[in-house]
């Protein structure tokens, strides 16, 4: 990608932990080491910053976060004005993840503040904060109303009021999220690259989605019916196997065999959230493939 600052070609990296650092990492034996470890490494900045305000696991959560949100900044200010759509489709996953993160905290009665949320390039703060200050899920059903969210939201909480189980409500933001990546899919100007891409993050969406499902006991027929319905489109071969899967596990076996998924890890996860993030991992590495083939550095000569 070029990037244009002040006229000059620029490309802005960052030394990350490699294999052996995370390793070394999840070999400490206390939080302190850990943060030791840190701050002698690339986020040193952010956990200087954050020292004077927290300590312990609060620390590490907010110098990482502050981290993160520098480098979208850093991301937001370098990237082609033609990029910046894209880019701001993907940061509002963060801003999907905050009010699931508020909707959980009303829903099981929890208190939460602005500091609990990671606040990204282009997120609606007045409406987290509106949200933020509702009472309760009705409220908040309210305050989405005139939103983006508003049809979706409500339409779940049709169906929160029936069954009282806010999953539904998490759900619908998800589907909301994705249905737009799906859109930008199939009709937005991208790249073959970058539409590949974006088409395989919603397809482990999808897996994960129907895992889910099968976990809670759901119905194979319904289960069948929901992935045709939200997977934006024909369902992907994947999808296809799983939802013909005659069991949870053989369904999670379809998984594991997917090629760029670690399949002995898959089968080896304790629960549904260790298959997530071996697909989180899966995907990052796919992405890094994708950007190894589809990045071109400016010609210096």
């Not at 319905?229 to 053989?250: C, I």
């Not at 090629?259 to 992405?287: I, P, Q």
């Amino acid at each position: 990608a070029e990037i244009k600052s002040g006229g000059a070609m620029c490309i802005q990296a960052r030394k990350l932990f490699d294999r052996d650092g995370i390793r070394e990492l999840m070999a400490v034996r206390s939080l302190s080491e850990v943060v030791e470890m840190l701050e002698e490494g690339p986020y040193k900045k952010a956990f200087v910053k954050a020292s004077t305000r927290h300590s312990g696991i609060e620390l590490v959560k907010h110098a990482l976060d502050d981290d993160l949100k520098t480098t979208f900044h850093n991301v937001w200010t370098f990237a082609p004005s033609k990029a910046r759509p894209l880019i701001a489709l993907l940061l509002k996953q963060w801003e999907v993840n905050n009010l699931k993160k508020a909707i959980a905290a009303k829903a099981l009665a929890r208190t939460v503040s602005p500091s609990d949320f990671l606040l990204v390039e282009g997120e609606d703060v007045k409406l987290l904060e509106k949200v933020v200050a509702q009472e309760d899920l009705q409220g908040i059903a309210k305050a989405l109303d005139h939103s983006e969210y508003g049809p979706s939201f409500g339409k779940a909480f049709v169906e929160y009021e029936k069954n009282k189980d806010f999953r539904v409500l998490l759900s619908c933001l998800d589907e909301h999220y994705f249905a737009r990546i799906s859109k930008e899919v199939s009709y937005g100007k991208l790249d073959a690259k970058t539409r590949e891409f974006l088409a395989k993050k919603l397809e482990y969406a999808s897996a994960l989605a129907l895992l889910r499902m099968r976990h809670s006991g759901m119905k194979p027929n319904d289960v069948k019916k929901f992935i045709e319905r939200n997977s934006f489109g024909r369902p992907a071969a994947l999808l296809r196997k799983m939802v013909d899967a005659q069991s949870e596990r053989a369904a999670l076996e379809v998984l594991a065999g997917e090629r760029r998924v670690d399949g002995k890890a898959v089968l080896a996860a304790k629960d549904l959230s260790g298959v997530e993030v071996e697909l989180e991992k899966a995907l990052l590495a796919y992405a890094r493939k994708t950007l190894s083939a589809s990045v071109r550095l400016p010609n210096r000569s």
